[in-house]
């Protein structure tokens, strides 16, 4: 009797072990299984204030700002598309054929898309020596809101373009985002390669496409 007491602390902590390491692996499996069944939440995006605003309101015209393409799921050509930087730079999809384009749809105000940079820029930060490169379509209503978001903000790969509301609109529905933050992967000979949330991104997307 007293051989099986002195057994039974042992015992208790070989199960107390085997539970701890049960719990560990739950907790990282959880996660991924989660939010494979309930996906991460986007959130609408109001763009009915910029139908009235169709106009030519830059440099391009709204004809030019999205140029071409098959659609915007995985296996189409991605709509070509023109904007400018905050800076006030041009950019167009085109600059960057040869090269594997992360573009992320986003607005300072979404709290989805700040929870989600990170990972993003993560991933831009893992594979630029290789050619990737991250685009980033601001949906905020004014140029001055993502000025001040990005000036706080540690986002330092991120191409972040705007133009203006109308503009960014017309691109983003030419992506068929409804929600942000909403992440296509575009390969080197401007496929998309993957359309989903940006924290269902994994690095096997983007390396694939290198």
Do not use: N
Not at 55 to 80: E, K, M, N, Y
Not at 114 to 131: I, Y
């Amino acid at each position: 009797m007293q051989e099986d007491t002195k057994r039974t602390p042992t015992s208790l902590r070989a199960l107390a072990a085997v539970v701890g390491l049960a719990a560990a692996a739950a907790a990282i499996s959880l996660p991924l299984v989660w939010g494979r069944i309930f996906p991460p939440r986007e959130v609408p995006f109001d763009d009915t204030a910029s139908r009235s605003l169709f106009v030519d309101d830059g440099p391009s015209s709204a004809s030019d700002d999205v140029t071409g393409g098959t659609g915007f799921a995985v296996g189409d050509t991605a709509p070509g598309f023109a904007l400018e930087t905050i800076d006030g730079e041009p950019v167009a999809l085109a600059d960057y054929r040869g090269k594997v384009v992360i573009l992320d749809f986003w607005a300072s105000w979404c709290t989805p898309c700040r929870r989600s940079m990170p990972h993003v820029e993560d991933l831009a930060e893992q594979f630029a020596t290789h050619g990737a490169v991250l685009l980033g379509i601001c949906l905020d209503r004014s140029r001055a809101a993502a000025v001040s978001y990005l000036e706080h903000a540690d986002h330092p790969l991120m191409i972040a373009l705007w133009g203006s509301y109308a503009r960014a609109t017309r691109v983003a529905r030419s992506y068929g985002v409804i929600g942000i933050p909403r992440t296509f992967v575009i390969d080197r000979d401007g496929i998309v390669r993957f359309a989903g949330h940006p924290l269902q991104l994994r690095a096997d997307d983007v390396a694939d496409c290198l």
